[in-house]
């Protein structure tokens, strides 16, 4: 069994420094740690398997894999912000859409905010106090948008299966692996509306889907679709579409 240094246990909550490293420096790590790990570089530049990491990038990598970094390419030194940090709940969710099915990624010029929470990490005075910095730097990370299309599409997927039921945001984004307000945030860089909004798109979809194609009662359409009101689900139709269930029947029907 490989040798894991005491201080990147699992149950250690997080670890962060400071390093200037100069031409020799290498660290290899073949199963990795059981933590992620974070590379700021601040200046010169590094290179993490075969991925080249210039000043100003932001490096996450999944825990347990491997680990193999050192000196970049024509550099003459690394200086970088380093943390090895146990996320757990929604910020492990976070961590894991920004990775994406990879075992790290690397992102390029990251936003100044990320460096100032990395050093905030390193200087913490408390374990508690360098946590809240790391997920600071990690929530000014931007998920791809090729990444947010996919949490779009879980979202619908969630919605469709979950239709029926009496589910909140909460739910949705547990599901998806992100917090509330993460997933409020992605949703609205992709989509321009809230998770609720989403939901209520997606139900009204469907109630005017099963209202042209189907001669299904309204009630029954209203529980289809989580309403247990049928007033109440007409209402909101009316809102959407501007006519009542009953009159968007015969529109879409030709009156039949």
């Known amino acids: 069994m490989p040798h894991v240094d005491p201080a990147l246990r699992r149950e250690t909550i997080v670890i962060a420094g400071y390093g200037e490293e100069t031409l020799g420096y290498r ?13 700021y570089t601040m200046g010169g530049a590094g290179r993490f398997e075969r991925t080249q990491c210039p000043k100003g990038s932001f490096l996450i990598v999944r825990p347990q894999v491997l680990q193999d970094y050192s000196i970049g390419a024509g550099a003459s030194h690394w200086e970088q912000l380093w943390v090895h940090v146990a996320f757990t709940g929604a910020f492990e969710g976070y961590a894991d859409a920004l990775v994406g099915h990879a075992p790290y990624r690397l992102f390029l010029d990251a936003p100044v ?3 100032r929470w990395l050093h905030r990490c390193v200087h913490a005075s408390s374990k508690l106090h360098a946590l809240h910095a790391i997920q600071g730097a990690l ?8 990444d947010a299309a996919g949490i779009h599409a879980d979202c619908l997927e969630f919605i469709r299966i979950h239709m029926s039921e009496d589910f909140g945001v909460a739910e949705m984004a547990r599901a ?7 997933l409020t945030a992605v949703l609205r860089a992709q989509s321009s509306l809230s998770p609720r909004e989403l939901v209520e798109t997606e139900r009204m979809k469907v109630a005017s889907e099963l ?14 679709i989580g309403l247990q009101s049928p007033f109440y689900f007409s209402l909101r139709f009316k809102k959407a579409f501007g006519v ?13």
């Open 211 to 224: 209202l042209a194609m189907t001669n299904l009662p309204i009630q029954n359409i209203a529980a289809r």
């Open 27 to 39: 660290i290899r790590r073949e199963e990795g740690t059981p933590n992620w790990l974070v590379l």
């Open 113 to 115: 905010e990320c460096e």
């Open 176 to 182: 998806v692996g992100l917090s509330a307000s993460r």
């Open 139 to 146: 929530l000014e990370i931007e998920i791809p948008r090729s």
């Open 244 to 256: 009542s269930p009953s009159e968007y029947r015969k529109l879409a029907t030709g009156g039949a």
